[in-house]
């Protein structure tokens, strides 16, 4: 077969793979690029139908979006670690279980996600509230005297995320240290290196990319959390996605909507951004056993 055959039964097979890929291309269209489109064509639209920065001007003169990306910002970072400082001492003790015990346990730290994530919420409203069970516990067991208040603020706001949120570091962190070949700890025993300094110098490190996924995960879900923030933070824990409710709902401005959207993702995208230029996202699940 000669040159210009070859090149036309590649073009042939280029043709056939876009045709079984065009599906899944117009998906993509109709479900992400369109809808992104549309937010961002509207963010520049203002109150008089005409095209203006005035809703990203508002943003930077007004400080309470700056409150309220703040407040975002740290109540993401506070999930964050408190999942890592959870989960991650539990994803080990369930790695170090026989595979059926692992298994159940594995159940276990699932079963959240077959309830409803309002169900979720409310259930902790009533546990954290004055008249709560927990309440009711800390005092007949001599913890404080009287009921604290719990909730409606930012510390029943993060035990209601830190809940939603724990699974989504507990497995990617579980799998990188199911992938750890056991024969790096042994060979670390034998060469003199203690528990703690084996776990430490071997284990430790071998387990960053699955910890440094979850984290990821568990951060930039947090960004977009609103269900949680309106029920336990009671109007005193106000992030971007209830801002962005509230222009809707109150005001019927989805213009300054639509730019909070838009630069809440463009932070998004900045983050994973930067991340990648750090850390191979591609196989940062990969675990370190190979």
């Known amino acids: 077969m ?8 590649e073009r042939l097979e280029r043709l056939k793979l876009f045709g079984l890929a065009s599906p899944a291309i117009l998906l993509i269209l109709v479900i992400l690029v369109v809808p992104v489109g549309w937010l961002f064509y509207v963010s520049f639209v203002g109150a008089d139908g005409s095209y203006s920065l005035e809703n990203y001007e508002r943003m930077w003169k007004r400080r309470s979006y700056a409150r309220i990306f703040r407040t975002t910002f740290e109540v993401s970072f506070l999930t964050t670690g408190l999942c890592i400082l959870i989960g991650y001492p539990l994803a080990y003790f369930i790695a170090g279980l026989p595979g059926r015990l692992a298994n159940l346990c594995l159940i276990t730290v699932l ?4 309830t409803s994530l309002l169900v979720r919420t409310y259930a902790w409203l009533v546990l954290l509230q004055k008249r709560g069970l927990v309440n009711e516990w800390a005092i007949s067991l001599g913890l404080w005297d009287e009921p604290i208040k719990i909730v409606h603020n930012m510390t029943g706001n993060l035990i209601g995320m830190v809940h939603i949120m724990l699974p989504f570091l507990i497995l990617p962190v579980y799998g990188a240290m199911r992938a750890i070949n ?3 700890m042994k060979a670390a025993a034998n060469l003199g290196a203690s528990p703690r300094r084996a776990f430490w ?8 990319p699955g ?6 995960m568990v951060f930039i879900l947090c960004l977009g959390f609103f269900v949680t923030p309106a029920v336990l933070g009671g109007g005193k824990v106000i992030m971007v996605s209830m801002k962005i409710v509230s222009n809707i709902e109150l005001f019927v401005n989805w213009g300054a909507a639509s730019a909070l ?3 809440l993702l463009v932070l998004t995208v900045a983050i994973l951004w930067v991340a990648s230029r750090f850390l191979n996202l591609e196989n940062m699940t990969a675990g370190g056993g190979h």
């Open 261 to 263: 959207g838009v630069v």
């Open 2 to 9: 000669n040159q210009d055959g070859l090149r036309l039964d």
């Open 201 to 208: 110098t071997v284990f430790f490190p071998l387990t960053l």
């Open 182 to 184: 056991q024969d790096y």
């Open 111 to 114: 079963l959240p996600f077959w």
């Open 211 to 216: 910890l440094f996924a979850g984290s990821l």
